[in-house]
């Protein structure tokens, strides 16, 4: 099974912010590679501190970096058509979309999928349901709020998932982790959800 696991980190509050976006490829159910860029974002110089505190990157960091139009000419093909995973997918997927129109480019064509909405799904019951918590009842390890250790454990994540579900091929993935998948195209998009559980069929008297 193939997909793509992704993150963003921001300067600001502001979702047209990003610094830092990372890439994990899952090719045949087995992770072939992270990848990372820094991004110097619309608002540079300026980094909320609140920010800097989560994942520690600085305006310097950024100095020499592409600005996301630059970035993106990379992105793109890498993400045209493909499926995309993200934890918080609700967060990644307003920062690429507030981000893409702030330069002016169309969306690629992708569907998508969020691993809260479908974790909640798979392992039913638990308190939390963030990265971090997720990833230390699974034993991965990883260094939190950075995009490429995010997105390698969005991925190890999934994979436990489709495993637990008994879950091999795309076609099925969505059935069995009881979720609809999130569509970006270009003009539009629609967002990921959680399958309702049918309502009970009332009975009635003969």
Request: charged share 20%.
């Amino acid at each position: 099974m193939n997909f793509i696991t992704l993150d963003f980190e921001t300067a600001t509050a502001d979702r047209d912010s990003p610094c830092e976006i990372g890439l994990t490829f899952v090719r045949n159910g087995q992770i072939a590679g992270t990848q990372a860029w820094l991004i110097k974002p619309k608002s540079y110089p300026y980094f909320n501190s609140w920010n800097i505190a989560i994942h520690g990157i600085k305006p310097q960091d950024v100095q020499n970096s592409p600005e996301f139009d630059g970035v993106w000419r990379e992105l793109q093909p890498l993400l045209q058509n493909q499926l995309v995973i993200a934890h918080n997918a609700s967060f990644d997927m307003s920062v690429l979309r507030a981000t893409l129109n702030a330069y002016r480019l169309p969306f690629p064509e992708l569907q998508y999928a969020c691993s809260v909405q479908f974790s909640k799904q798979v392992w039913q019951g638990l308190p939390k349901y963030d990265l971090k918590s997720l990833c230390n009842g699974h034993g991965i390890q990883f260094k939190h709020h950075r995009a490429a250790a995010d997105s390698y454990a969005c991925a190890e994540l999934t994979l436990r998932a489709l495993e637990h579900t008994n879950c091999g091929h795309q076609e099925e993935l969505a059935e069995k982790l009881k979720i609809n998948y999130g569509r970006l195209f270009d003009g539009g998009y629609t967002a990921s959800s959680v399958r309702k559980a049918p309502k009970p069929k009332k009975a009635f008297p003969f």
